[in-house]
């Protein structure tokens, strides 16, 4: 398979639309073209870019016309699998004569995931199926009305026994009430401390934080369900459609008796977020236990491009066989040298002084100089007044200190703990830049005497 990129810094890209059979539906999918040699942190960088709940790097080799690897990114991290990256991504190598049989095989984290084409290459409806791995449940009640609770609702919408289940990614699969469904907020947080509990019921592997909640109407062959999922976990508040919470589903469908024998059910999903998107899922189960789980669904293209290739990671100024130069406790840089032919190279400049000066206001007296500390900190002229962290140091030297109206000067410059203090409405910090050749007796340098104010070139509020 031949895939061209443009330029040598651009990768092509398509975008299209999953579970849906028109445009601006359904979930949304990047697909990058010619990206075998990004590394992680690059595929992350372009999946954080389109924004969408996955974008897929497939790969550039197809055996046969009917195998092929893909990575899947959310936003937030790679995935083992999902349902919607599975379909969009066969499709697309399908639309381009790169997948030339009518039944593919995509490799990716969680295994080896069969994908089948039923129909003519446009209209062609795409199916997925999985092998069952992970399940646990029931769950409890308490830790149920728990799980509920970070998706607005509570244990009494609860309709049915919730499972976790997943074919290659975990689902928590919670049976509410329609009602619920749509009455459900996106959730805010991850599953926290919960997933220690979870995790308690049994070995589940690839649990994301997210729950599929879901209402369940008709009668079998096929149910329909009302299924919205939340995925925090990955950075993704909702989902329009989830294939692999889909396949999930169907193993707790049959673990509940809905479908103890298999069948089929269709999901409606995306309705609350503008995006509506139709999911067909089917079921083999032997013995009370699915053995095999399918979702199907189609596919439109939206849009193509190029999007520039994400650079890599800075080496940090490292010398070659060497370490960077340490700053800080070492003191500065040393100044470069004088370039040939021009001028010598400015001395650095001579340390100077931060002065620090309180204006409050005490109750019934006016704003007014109580008190002045003096912060001696080596920085040079060139940076004391532009540094920001200069500025947050002396502000906390200068909340911290003493509200004392003495004039006395104290060389102690560290925090002090106080036991009352006066309000203070306003802080102004003064920046002195004066050598330190002129000192006092505490060793800090000694202000020309002035017979007003000195200038406040500073000021923040305290709260």
């Known amino acids: 398979m031949s895939q061209s990129n443009g330029p040598g810094d651009r990768l092509a890209f398509e975008i299209v639309d999953v579970f849906t059979d028109r445009p601006f539906a359904g979930n949304q999918l990047a697909v990058v073209h010619g990206a075998d040699g990004l590394s992680t942190a690059q595929c992350q960088a372009v999946a954080r870019e389109f924004g969408y709940s996955e974008t897929t790097f497939p790969s550039s080799a197809v055996t046969g016309g009917e195998?092929?690897?893909?990575?899947?990114?959310?936003?937030?991290?790679?995935?083992?699998?999902?349902?919607?990256?599975?379909?969009?991504?066969?499709?697309?190598l399908r639309s381009h004569g790169w997948l030339s049989s009518s039944e593919c095989v995509q490799v990716c984290g969680a295994g080896r995931i069969g994908v089948r084409f039923e129909g003519p290459d446009d209209q062609a409806r795409v199916e997925l199926s999985a092998t069952p791995r992970d399940l646990a449940g029931p769950l409890p009640q308490d830790l149920v009305g728990d799980l509920l609770r970070l998706v607005g609702l509570s244990a009494s919408d609860l309709s049915g026994q919730a499972f976790v289940a997943g074919c290659g990614l975990s689902f928590v699969h919670l049976p509410v009430s329609e009602e619920a469904v749509v009455r459900a907020v996106p959730a805010s947080r991850g599953f926290g401390a919960l997933t220690e509990r979870i995790a308690a019921l049994g070995p589940v592997e690839d649990l994301?934080?997210?729950?599929?909640?879901?209402?369940?109407?008709?009668?079998?062959?096929?149910?329909?369900?009302?299924?919205r999922v939340f995925v925090p976990g990955a950075g993704v508040s909702e989902d329009p459609a989830t294939g692999s919470a889909a396949v999930g589903l169907g193993m707790a469908l049959?673990?509940?008796?809905?479908?103890?024998?298999g069948g089929r059910f269709d999901i409606t999903q995306g309705v609350e977020m503008g995006r509506p998107s139709t999911l067909h899922g089917r079921v083999e189960a032997m013995g009370g236990r699915a053995v095999r789980c399918y979702v199907a669904g189609r596919?439109?293209?939206?849009?193509?491009?190029?999007?520039?290739?994400?650079?890599?990671?800075?080496?940090?100024?490292?010398?070659?066989?060497?370490?960077?130069?340490?700053?800080?406790?070492?003191?500065p840089a040393p100044p470069p040298p004088p370039r040939p032919g021009g001028p010598p190279a400015r001395p650095p400049p001579r340390p100077g002084r931060v002065g620090l000066g309180w204006v409050g206001r005490r109750e019934g007296q006016s704003v007014g100089w109580?008190?002045?500390?003096?912060?001696?900190?080596?920085?040079?002229?060139?940076?004391?007044?532009?540094?920001r962290r200069l500025l947050r140091r002396a502000t906390r030297a200068a909340v911290v200190g003493s509200h004392s109206s003495s004039p006395a000067?104290?060389?102690?410059?560290r925090p002090t703990q106080m036991t009352s203090r006066p309000p203070v409405s306003l802080l102004r910090i003064r920046i002195s830049t004066r050598s330190p050749s002129t000192r006092s007796g505490n060793g800090c340098s000694r202000p020309p005497p002035t017979t007003h104010r000195p200038p406040l070139d500073?000021?923040?509020?305290?709260g």
């Open 67 to 92: 195998e092929y690897a893909t990575r899947i990114f959310t936003p937030e991290r790679e995935i083992p699998f999902a349902g919607h990256p599975t379909l969009g991504t066969a499709w697309v």
């Open 208 to 227: 994301l934080d997210a729950l599929n909640v879901y209402a369940v109407s008709g009668d079998a062959d096929p149910l329909d369900v009302h299924s």
């Open 254 to 261: 049959v673990a509940s008796g809905l479908l103890p024998e």
């Open 299 to 331: 596919v439109r293209s939206v849009a193509s491009g190029e999007i520039a290739l994400p650079p890599l990671p800075a080496q940090s100024g490292r010398a070659p066989g060497g370490n960077p130069p340490r700053r800080g406790r070492g003191g």
């Open 370 to 387: 109580m008190r002045s500390t003096r912060l001696c900190l080596a920085q040079s002229s060139a940076t004391v007044t532009g540094s």
């Open 409 to 413: 000067r104290t060389t102690d410059t």
């Open 458 to 462: 500073h000021a923040c509020h305290t």
